[in-house]
C-alpha cells in the first residue's frame, strides 16, 4: 500500500515540475465550466492515456513505440483545433457540423458555450489526447515504476502503479483548475474581460502544442526538471523501503550496487548475513525458482532445479557492460575453479541492461573474451530475475544441496564472507577435504577492483530517459540530429559538441569530430560504447586535462589517448597512477556514428 502512496505522491509533484507546463494550456482551457462535467473527464482521459501509454513503453517492442508517435501526432492535431476554436468559435461550429452524426459535440465544448451542455465525452477525449502528449520528467519515483514494469512483465501491479502516479498529477492539475476556474468567474463577472481570457487561452493551447511539436518537452524543460523534485522524490522511495542494501541506484529505480556500499557492517543485511555465517545456522531464504525462462544457456546444455538437487549452487546476476559485475567477476571465477570439485555448481545468469546485450552473439563473445566456463542463462525476458525477485547487478544467491536459498549477497564487497557461506554449505551436503584460504583478486583492466573512496562521480546516463547532469551551451533536443557546443563544467557535468542525436537510452554521433566531456572525480573512468549501426568501427582520441593521459591511460586506451569502439561493451579509458582531483575528460570520436550508453568510476 505505501509503494502505490508513493507512486501518487510523486504525480502530484510533476505539478511543481517545470516539464508539466506544456500540458497545463489545456487543463486551464477547460476553466469556466462546470468541473465534473468538463475538468473531471478531461483529467480521468488524462490519466487513463498516460498509464496505457506509459505500460506499453515500459514493455512493448518497437511497434509500441511507432504506435504512440502516430497517436501522438493524432493528439497534437486535434488539440491544435481545439486551440483554434477557443480563438474563432464560428470556425469550429463550421468545421465540427459534419462530426455531429457522430455525436461529436466538440465546438459546443470547445467554444465559448459552456452554458449549452456537459460535454463529458468531448472534455474525455480532449483527455486522452493530452494523456498521448504527456511526458512528465522521469525523476526516481516514475523511473521506478517503469523499470519495474520492464523487468516484471505487464501486471496488475504495475498497471495500478502507473496508475496511481497519474492520480496524483491528475489530483493536483485538479486543485489548479477548481481553483483557476474560480479565478476566471470572478475575472469574467467584475471585468467583463471572459472574452480576451478565453482567446488567451487559445494562444496558450497553441503554444502548448508548438512547443511539444518541437520536443521542448523531452528538451529543456526535462532538463530542468531534474534539480526540482528529484531529491524529494528519492526521499519518499527511501522511507519506503529503508531496509534495502545500500546501491549506487540507476534512475530507473534498479541499480548497479555499489562496490563499498556492502563493505559498511552497520548494513543490516549484511551483518545478518556475517552472523549467521560465522554460526554456521544459515537462514532459509526460499526455494530455487524456475530456470526455464532462459531464451539461451551458453557453456552447458538447459538446467533444471532438478537437475542440479544434491550440488550447491551459486547463481550470479550480472550483465557484461555493467561495471560491478566485471569487478566481482574474478571472484566469481575463482569459486568455480577452486570448488567444481567439491560439487559447487556456478550459474551466470545475464539479465541485459541495455537493448545491446540482448544480442545472443554479443553476451557469445562477452563470454568468450571474460574466459567464463562455467553454465550462463540468457535471461532476455527477465524471467529468472522476476523468480528470484532480484533488483541488483551483481547479485550472489547461495543454493543448499537440498534446493533452498541460503545466503544472498547484493554488489561488490563482502567477498570472503560469501566464500565461506560456499564452504559452509559444501560441508553441509557433505563434501570431503573442501579447500580452505581465500581467493585472491587476480582481475585486470576494467575488471580490477576499484578506489572507490576516491570516487565522488555517479553513474550517468547519456540517453533522456535517465540523464542527469548535461550541461552543453543551449537547448537539448530529442530523438533529432542537433549541434551541440561543450563550455565550463562543475563536478559531475557532462556536454556534447558536435552534431549528436540525443536519444532515450543512447546518443549517437551524426559526424565525425563529436565530443563527450565529463567533469570527474575518481580514479577510473568507463564508457559503454558501441559502434554504427554498420558495425564498422570507430577511432577516438581520449584526452585528461586537455593532455594525453600517458601513464594514466585505461585498459582501452594508449599513452597517447587513441582507441577503438570495434564492438557495444564497457571501455575502460583512464585509470589515474598519481593524486585524484577533480579532472576534465574529453574523448572525440574520429569517425561518425557512435552510440554511447552510461559512464561508471572505480
Given at each position: 500500500?505505501?509503494?502505490?502512496?508513493?507512486?501518487?505522491?510523486?504525480?502530484?509533484?510533476?505539478?511543481?515540475?517545470?516539464?508539466?507546463?506544456?500540458v497545463?494550456?489545456?487543463?486551464?482551457?477547460?476553466?469556466?465550466?462546470?468541473?465534473?462535467?468538463?475538468?473531471?473527464?478531461?483529467?480521468?482521459g488524462?490519466?487513463?492515456?498516460?498509464?496505457?501509454?506509459?505500460?506499453?513503453?515500459?514493455?512493448?517492442?518497437?511497434?509500441?513505440?511507432?504506435?504512440?508517435?502516430?497517436g501522438?501526432?493524432?493528439?497534437?492535431?486535434?488539440?491544435?483545433?481545439?486551440?483554434?476554436?477557443?480563438?474563432?468559435?464560428?470556425?469550429?461550429?463550421?468545421?465540427?457540423?459534419?462530426?455531429?452524426?457522430?455525436?461529436?459535440?466538440?465546438?459546443e465544448?470547445a467554444?465559448?458555450?459552456?452554458?449549452?451542455?456537459s460535454?463529458?465525452?468531448a472534455?474525455l477525449?480532449?483527455?486522452?489526447?493530452?494523456?498521448?502528449?504527456?511526458?512528465?520528467?522521469?525523476?526516481?519515483?516514475?523511473?521506478?515504476?517503469?523499470?519495474?514494469?520492464?523487468?516484471?512483465?505487464?501486471?496488475?501491479?504495475?498497471?495500478?502503479?502507473?496508475?496511481?502516479?497519474?492520480?496524483?498529477?491528475?489530483?493536483?492539475?485538479?486543485?489548479?483548475?477548481?481553483?483557476?476556474?474560480?479565478?476566471f468567474?470572478a475575472?469574467?463577472?467584475?471585468?467583463?474581460?471572459?472574452?480576451?481570457?478565453?482567446?488567451?487561452?487559445?494562444?496558450?493551447?497553441?503554444?502548448?502544442?508548438?512547443?511539444?511539436?518541437?520536443?521542448?518537452?523531452?528538451?529543456?524543460?526535462?532538463?530542468?526538471?531534474?534539480?526540482?523534485?528529484?531529491?524529494i522524490e528519492?526521499?519518499?522511495?527511501?522511507?519506503?523501503?529503508?531496509?534495502?542494501?545500500?546501491?549506487?541506484?540507476?534512475?530507473?529505480?534498479?541499480?548497479?550496487?555499489n562496490?563499498?556500499?556492502?563493505e559498511?557492517?552497520?548494513?543490516?543485511?549484511?551483518?545478518?548475513?556475517?552472523?549467521?555465517?560465522?554460526?554456521g545456522?544459515?537462514?532459509?531464504?526460499?526455494?530455487?525458482?524456475?530456470?526455464?525462462?532462459?531464451?539461451q544457456?551458453?557453456?552447458?546444455?538447459?538446467?533444471?532445479?532438478?537437475?542440479?538437487?544434491?550440488?550447491?549452487?551459486?547463481?550470479?546476476?550480472?550483465?557484461?557492460?555493467?561495471?560491478?559485475?566485471?569487478?566481482?567477476?574474478?571472484?566469481v571465477?575463482?569459486?568455480?575453479?577452486?570448488?567444481?570439485?567439491?560439487?559447487?555448481?556456478?550459474?551466470?545468469?545475464?539479465?541485459?541492461?541495455?537493448?545491446f546485450?540482448?544480442?545472443?552473439?554479443?553476451?557469445?563473445?562477452?563470454?568468450?573474451?571474460?574466459?567464463?566456463?562455467?553454465?550462463?542463462?540468457?535471461?532476455?525476458?527477465?524471467?529468472?530475475?522476476?523468480?528470484?525477485?532480484?533488483?541488483?547487478?551483481?547479485?550472489?544467491?547461495?543454493?543448499?544441496?537440498?534446493?533452498?536459498?541460503?545466503?544472498?549477497?547484493?554488489?561488490?564487497?563482502?567477498?570472503?564472507?560469501?566464500?565461506?557461506?560456499?564452504?559452509?554449505?559444501?560441508?553441509?551436503?557433505?563434501?570431503?577435504n573442501?579447500?580452505?584460504?581465500?581467493?585472491?583478486?587476480?582481475?585486470?583492466?576494467?575488471?580490477?577492483?576499484?578506489?572507490?573512496?576516491?570516487?565522488?562521480?555517479?553513474?550517468?546516463y547519456?540517453?533522456?530517459?535517465?540523464?542527469?547532469?548535461?550541461?552543453?551551451?543551449?537547448?537539448?533536443?530529442?530523438?533529432?540530429?542537433?549541434?551541440?557546443?561543450?563550455?565550463?563544467?562543475?563536478?559531475?557535468?557532462?556536454?556534447?559538441?558536435?552534431?549528436?542525436?540525443?536519444?532515450a537510452?543512447?546518443?549517437?554521433?551524426?559526424?565525425?569530430?563529436?565530443?563527450?566531456?565529463?567533469?570527474f572525480?575518481?580514479?577510473?573512468?568507463?564508457?559503454?560504447?558501441?559502434?554504427?549501426?554498420?558495425?564498422?568501427?570507430?577511432?577516438?582520441?581520449?584526452?585528461?586535462?586537455?593532455?594525453?593521459?600517458?601513464a594514466?591511460?585505461?585498459?582501452?586506451?594508449?599513452?597517447?589517448?587513441?582507441?577503438?569502439v570495434?564492438?557495444?561493451?564497457?571501455?575502460?579509458?583512464v585509470?589515474?597512477?598519481?593524486?585524484?582531483?577533480?579532472r576534465?575528460?574529453?574523448?572525440?570520436?574520429?569517425?561518425?556514428?557512435?552510440?554511447?550508453?552510461?559512464?561508471?568510476?572505480?
Amino acid at each position: 500500500m505505501a509503494v502505490f502512496l508513493i507512486a501518487w505522491l510523486g504525480g502530484v509533484l510533476t505539478i511543481v515540475s517545470p516539464c508539466i507546463l506544456p500540458v497545463l494550456p489545456f487543463v486551464f482551457a477547460r476553466t469556466g465550466r462546470p468541473f465534473v462535467r468538463s475538468g473531471l473527464p478531461l483529467l480521468v482521459g488524462m490519466a487513463l492515456s498516460f498509464s496505457a501509454v506509459g505500460a506499453l513503453a515500459a514493455v512493448g517492442g518497437g511497434w509500441a513505440v511507432a504506435a504512440n508517435q502516430y497517436g501522438r501526432v493524432a493528439a497534437l492535431v486535434l488539440l491544435a483545433f481545439f486551440g483554434v476554436t477557443l480563438l474563432v468559435p464560428g470556425l469550429a461550429e463550421r468545421l465540427t457540423r459534419p462530426l455531429v452524426a457522430f455525436g461529436s459535440r466538440l465546438s459546443e465544448t470547445a467554444g465559448d458555450a459552456q452554458q449549452k451542455g456537459s460535454g463529458v465525452g468531448a472534455s474525455l477525449l480532449l483527455g486522452l489526447a493530452t494523456g498521448l502528449l504527456w511526458a512528465p520528467c522521469a525523476g526516481p519515483i516514475l523511473g521506478l515504476i517503469l523499470t519495474g514494469a520492464a523487468l516484471q512483465g505487464a501486471s496488475a501491479h504495475t498497471s495500478l502503479l502507473l496508475l496511481a502516479y497519474a492520480a496524483g498529477a491528475a489530483t493536483s492539475l485538479a486543485l489548479a483548475l477548481l481553483v483557476g476556474g474560480k479565478v476566471f468567474t470572478a475575472m469574467k463577472r467584475s471585468l467583463g474581460v471572459g472574452e480576451w481570457v478565453r482567446r488567451a487561452l487559445g494562444v496558450a493551447v497553441l503554444a502548448g502544442v508548438a512547443a511539444i511539436a518541437l520536443h521542448l518537452d523531452t528538451g529543456f524543460l526535462t532538463r530542468v526538471s531534474l534539480a526540482g523534485t528529484n531529491q524529494i522524490e528519492q526521499g519518499l522511495i527511501d522511507r519506503v523501503k529503508p531496509n534495502q542494501p545500500n546501491a549506487q541506484a540507476n534512475a530507473n529505480g534498479t541499480g548497479n550496487a555499489n562496490a563499498n556500499a556492502n563493505e559498511n557492517a552497520d548494513n543490516p543485511g549484511n551483518a545478518l548475513a556475517m552472523k549467521a555465517s560465522a554460526t554456521g545456522a544459515l537462514p532459509v531464504e526460499g526455494k530455487l525458482p524456475d530456470l526455464s525462462g532462459a531464451v539461451q544457456w551458453l557453456n552447458s546444455p538447459p538446467l533444471t532445479a532438478a537437475d542440479l538437487r544434491g550440488k550447491v549452487v551459486l547463481v550470479d546476476f550480472w550483465t557484461y557492460s555493467c561495471i560491478n559485475c566485471l569487478r566481482a567477476l574474478p571472484y566469481v571465477k575463482a569459486w568455480a575453479d577452486k570448488y567444481r570439485a567439491s560439487g559447487l555448481v556456478v550459474i551466470g545468469v545475464h539479465a541485459p541492461e541495455f537493448a545491446f546485450e540482448k544480442d545472443i552473439g554479443n553476451v557469445k563473445r562477452a563470454v568468450s573474451d571474460l574466459k567464463i566456463d562455467y553454465p550462463v542463462a540468457i535471461d532476455n525476458n527477465y524471467a529468472i530475475w522476476r523468480g528470484f525477485d532480484n533488483q541488483y547487478w551483481p547479485a550472489h544467491y547461495f543454493i543448499d544441496a537440498q534446493g533452498q536459498i541460503r545466503h544472498h549477497h547484493f554488489g561488490e564487497g563482502n567477498y570472503q564472507e560469501s566464500e565461506q557461506v560456499i564452504r559452509d554449505l559444501l560441508v553441509q551436503a557433505g563434501a570431503k577435504n573442501v579447500p580452505g584460504g581465500f581467493v585472491s583478486d587476480t582481475g585486470t583492466g576494467a575488471e580490477a577492483p576499484p578506489a572507490m573512496d576516491t570516487v565522488q562521480s555517479p553513474e550517468t546516463y547519456l540517453g533522456y530517459q535517465r540523464a542527469h547532469g548535461f550541461a552543453s551551451q543551449g537547448d537539448p533536443v530529442a530523438d533529432a540530429p542537433h549541434r551541440y557546443v561543450a563550455g565550463p563544467l562543475d563536478l559531475n557535468q557532462w556536454a556534447l559538441a558536435g552534431t549528436w542525436t540525443l536519444g532515450a537510452e543512447h546518443t549517437d554521433l551524426d559526424a565525425a569530430g563529436g565530443d563527450i566531456v565529463y567533469r570527474f572525480h575518481a580514479r577510473d573512468l568507463h564508457l559503454v560504447l558501441g559502434p554504427a549501426a554498420d558495425g564498422k568501427p570507430v577511432r577516438f582520441r581520449v584526452t585528461v586535462d586537455g593532455a594525453p593521459p600517458g601513464a594514466n591511460h585505461g585498459a582501452d586506451t594508449d599513452a597517447n589517448g587513441n582507441g577503438v569502439v570495434d564492438g557495444q561493451r564497457l571501455y575502460q579509458l583512464v585509470r589515474q597512477q598519481g593524486d585524484i582531483v577533480d579532472r576534465t575528460f574529453e574523448i572525440r570520436f574520429l569517425d561518425p556514428g557512435v552510440r554511447a550508453y552510461s559512464f561508471t568510476f572505480g
